[in-house]
């Protein structure tokens, strides 16, 4: 026996629905308006050395959304928040010169900035760093070093270093293994500092 919902309910939930997706256009747009206006106090605050809002112009740039798309320009605003210690501006910088956008392709570079935002819990670049070693981009190919940093990454809430950890674990002999685990605690007992 099928369930028969009556007309009158149906009419609900579309109303309901419809009221929700107005709901949310009204806000999308009440937030790009937002947006508009505040860019020109993004760059602003930027220009007066805030850390945060170099980040976010450079975002801004990066993605090309509200102001036009300008790598240069990104890179500039990383640089100017990654220099006062902002990890994600850190970590930005990292993947624009692994992938050369806006500078030349460097993975020495990719690797330091990666790693000084490792070095402050920053998991995106913890991750970056294992990957890095893995396939010895910037650095030597080193399987222990990969696995302590995908592990040190997992621990830290990137889900998806396990995946590459097991990959790794397969070439690796148990006495790598346990050297490789000695050297997550290591690094996770100094903070990140001796790694």
Same mark, same amino acid.
């Given at each position: 026996?099928?369930? *028969?919902y009556p007309l /009158?309910? @149906?009419? @609900?939930?579309?109303?309901t629905r419809n009221q929700l997706i107005c709901s949310l256009l009204i806000q999308l747009m009440l937030a790009s308006s937002v947006l508009a206006v505040d860019v020109k106090t993004l760059q602003q %605050?930027?220009?007066a050395g805030e850390a945060e809002a170099q980040y976010q112009l450079a975002v801004l740039y990066d993605d090309?959304?509200? *102001? =036009?798309?300008? +790598?240069?320009?990104a890179i500039y605003w990383y640089q100017k928040a990654a220099e006062q210690g902002l990890d994600k501006a850190q970590h930005n910088l990292g993947i624009a010169y692994d992938e050369g956008l806006g500078v030349t392709q460097d993975y020495q570079q990719a690797y330091e900035w990666f790693q000084k935002a490792a070095q402050?819990? &920053?998991?995106?670049?913890? &991750? %970056?760093?294992?990957?890095? +070693?893995?396939?010895?981009?910037g650095r030597l190919a080193d399987a222990k070093r990969a696995y302590m940093w995908l592990k040190i990454a997992r621990n @830290?809430? +990137?889900p998806e270093a396990a995946r590459y950890m097991?990959?790794? *674990?397969?070439?690796?002999?148990?006495?790598?293994?346990?050297? =490789?685990? /000695?050297? *997550? %605690?290591?690094?996770? /007992?100094? @903070?990140?500092?001796d790694c």
């Open positions: 026996m099928s369930t *028969v /009158a309910e @149906n009419r @609900n939930i579309l109303t %605050s930027a220009e090309g959304g509200e *102001v =036009a798309q300008n +790598y240069e320009q402050q819990g &920053f998991s995106l670049s913890q &991750f %970056s760093l294992g990957i890095m +070693y893995a396939f010895g981009q @830290n809430g +990137y097991r990959l790794i *674990v397969r070439e690796m002999s148990q006495e790598q293994r346990s050297e =490789a685990e /000695a050297l *997550v %605690s290591r690094c996770e /007992a100094s @903070n990140f500092k």
